[in-house]
């Protein structure tokens, strides 16, 4: 999705070494209280400095590393955590893995992802919100038709993927959901839609990668096969609670994306939640989400919808979480600082799904003996 799948652009990639060349920056004033927007920011022709004027700044900026920020390889996680969190609860239901099943729809999310991707960088500089992005794959390419053609292609690819998982499960369910988060994606960033603009994107985020993709991959592993000894998987409250604690951390990755880019989210008038409520506003939230987190982990292990080993070993992740709370708590009125603040979401999402996924494991290993 637009705020989850595009990492911001830092302005600086380190400390400006002169600081004549930086006065604003380095004497802007701090983030005011009960400000809309954040008032008062570093004005928005400073987040401009490095494409005119100072462009020994731009040189600095390598090909290779263009192209690494354009992959955003590490936000690849929204596509492994839901995909290896349903698979693990499907596992932990019927001691089962279809590992064919689970690489080729692996392979199948991540062309989608490419394809939410590269379609962003297409809409979005549409609007103008990447014009000026230099890791924008448009930018990079320097063809608005290459990529939005090399978009649909990914999608294409993918949903044959996906179909292939289909027909091996056989279990209307999983299509039906899988394309209803493929749908969130498109609502949130393709027109006529763009629901992003409208700050709509944090509940579509949840719904997608939540409830939609965790619970569909879990339905994946259904199989009418009589000899592989499972049917059409129940429904159960285990997928379901964990279905939204993925969503929960998939979401903390959009919502802090938003910080750095309220000025050019204003300018192309795109009305984030961060737009319109600040970032100091923001930072609380950002601190209650994970705390919700931990505290819908600890609910869901009490009422036994979770199993022990997955409380215990997710409640390990808390220091990442405490790390994101403080990180944006500290640095949320700082444009440049704030940038990092969406990769260790990236890194909680990834530590917490992944220690979600192993409880079940453990979980049905401790079931069988």
Known sequence: MASILTPPTPLLLSKPSHPLLFPRILSSPPLGRGSAVGRPRSPLPLTRCSSKGLGAADEEISRATLLWRAAKLPIYSVALVPLTVGSAAA????????????????????LVITWLNLSNDVYDFDTGADRDKKESVVNIIGSRTVTQIAAYICLALGFMGIVWAFAEARDTRFLLLITYAIICGYVYQCPPFRLSYQGLGEPLCFAAFGPFATTA????????????????????????????????????????????QIDGDLAV?????????????????????????????????????????????????????????????????????????????????????????????????????
């Open 91 to 110: 596992y932990l239901q019927t001691g089962l893995f279809f590992g064919k099943r689970y690489l080729v729809l692996l392979a199948a999310s991540a």
């Open 217 to 260: 991959f879990y339905f994946s592993n259904s199989s009418k096969n009589l000899l592989s000894g499972t049917g059409l998987l129940p429904l159960t409250r285990t997928v379901l609670s964990a279905s939204v604690l993925v969503g929960l951390t998939t979401t903390l990755i959009l919502f802090c994306s938003h910080f750095h």
């Open 269 to 369: 008038g795109k009305m984030s939640p961060l737009v319109r409520i600040g970032t100091e506003a923001g930072s609380r939230i950002v601190k209650f989400g994970v705390t919700s987190l931990y505290v819908l982990l600890l609910v869901f292990g009490l009422s036994k919808a979770l199993p022990s080993t997955c409380v215990f070993l997710c409640a390990l992740t808390a220091p990442m979480g405490k790390l994101v709370a403080d990180f944006v708590e500290q640095n949320h009125n700082d444009n440049i600082k704030i940038f990092m603040a969406k990769y260790y979401c990236v890194r909680l999402h990834a530590i917490f799904g992944a220690a979600l996924a192993f409880g079940f494991f453990l979980g049905r290993r401790g079931i069988t003996g």
